[in-house]
Structure formats: structure tokens, C-alpha cells
């Protein structure tokens, strides 16, 4: 069972306020889902948290970012939902683990321009041209809020299940300690094949056999 977030950790600090907190039965096991708010209510996230966060064991943690099309609707263009799937997989099995669940649609875009975005990758696109060409950076992305709820969970020193280097950096510079990237990378299909190389060769995400 989850370690339990004490009444002082309750009130807001540094910008994040726990505002609920529930058992959470999965089919990767029993999770604790507790609720963030941040920036007066302006950002959001859930953190599904397994094990003792007291310290003496790095927790094994994915921030995993809102894919509507790929984690709920099964989209075969992007490899979310299976890394969402592994990685509850792992974090079930591990002895400590979170995951932090945020509404990062199209990697910082929102979801219409992500769906504009595709519609643009039909047209010929890759996913990082598509982005750009809506006036958007190919990941938009920031990581200050999930570290800051880190931070509260107790998670100062982490495993990171990651392909990506900049989230890597970003993580660190916001204070947390990343003592291991573990890769997170389930079998590739052959429809996202190509989105994976882009991520390769455009964004430095570190995969294997793409």
C-alpha cells in the first residue's frame, strides 16, 4: 500500500496543492491515485503512486503525458498507449514506483491542434514538421509542475522511465535527481515506425532498432 501523504503535506507548498486521494485497483495491481493542483488551479495531474516513498529506495517513475487518440482511443500512430501500459506494468512490479499523469495533449499543443497536426502528417508531414508548421516547438512540453509534485510526494531521487533526454534535463534542473533512465520502449508496429524515427533523428529520443 501506498505511503500516505500526511495533513501537513496536504496544504499547498511551492504551488502544489493534494486535493483528493483514492485506492485505486488496476490490472497491474492495487495503486494509491492521489490529485495535484498547481499555479492557482491552472495546471493539473495524477499521480498513481505504489510502495513506500520514504527514501531509501529510488521509486521507478513515468510522467507520462495525456495522448487521448493513443491512450484511450488505441491509435496506432503513436507508441503511448503501450508505453503507458508498460509502464504500470513495470511500476506494479517494482518495489516503489509513481506514475504522474499529465494533460500534455499533442506534447504540449492541446488536442484540436494536435488532430490539425495530424491532418497535416496525412498530407505528408512528419510529426515535428506538422508542429512547426502551426507555429508550435516540436515538443512544447515543461516539467517544473511534476517535479514540483515529486518533490511533495517525497521523490527527490528517481528511476526514470524515459527515451527522452530533455526530459532527463529538465527533471534534474528542477531538483530531482534522475539515478537511472530506463528505457521505455515496447515493440515498435509498423504503422509508428516512422513517427519513432522522427522522434530519433529530430528529437533525440534515444530507441533502439528504429
Excluded: W
Excluded at 37 to 48: D, Y
Excluded at 174 to 197: D, F, L, N, T, W
Aim: hydrophobic share 35%; charged share 25%; proline share 4%.
Amino acid at each position: 500500500m501506498a505511503k500516505k501523504i500526511s495533513t501537513k503535506q496536504r496544504q499547498t507548498s511551492k504551488g502544489v496543492k493534494k486535493v483528493a486521494q483514492a485506492e485505486l485497483p488496476t490490472r497491474y495491481g492495487k495503486f494509491t491515485i492521489y490529485g495535484f493542483e498547481g499555479n492557482g488551479a491552472q495546471e493539473e495531474a495524477v499521480a498513481l503512486v505504489r510502495g513506500k516513498l520514504d527514501g531509501k529506495v529510488a521509486p521507478l517513475v513515468r510522467v507520462h503525458s495525456q495522448c487521448l487518440t493513443g491512450d484511450v482511443l488505441t491509435s496506432l500512430r503513436c507508441d503511448c498507449r503501450a508505453q503507458l501500459e508498460l509502464s504500470m506494468k513495470e511500476i506494479g512490479q517494482a518495489p516503489a514506483g509513481i506514475l504522474l499523469y499529465l494533460p500534455q495533449e499533442g506534447r504540449g499543443i492541446g488536442l484540436m491542434n494536435k488532430l490539425r497536426a495530424y491532418e497535416l502528417q496525412d498530407g505528408g508531414m512528419d510529426t515535428v514538421e506538422a508542429n512547426v508548421s502551426l507555429g508550435f516547438a516540436a515538443d512544447a512540453r515543461e516539467y517544473d509542475f511534476p517535479a514540483k509534485i515529486l518533490k511533495k510526494l517525497g521523490a527527490i531521487r528517481i528511476r526514470l522511465l524515459s527515451n527522452n533526454p530533455d526530459k532527463v534535463k529538465q527533471l534534474e534542473s528542477a531538483g530531482i535527481r534522475v539515478v537511472e533512465r530506463v528505457p521505455c520502449q515496447p515493440r515498435i508496429s509498423k504503422i509508428s515506425r516512422a513517427y519513432m524515427h522522427t522522434k530519433k533523428q529530430k528529437m533525440g529520443h534515444l530507441l533502439e532498432g528504429v
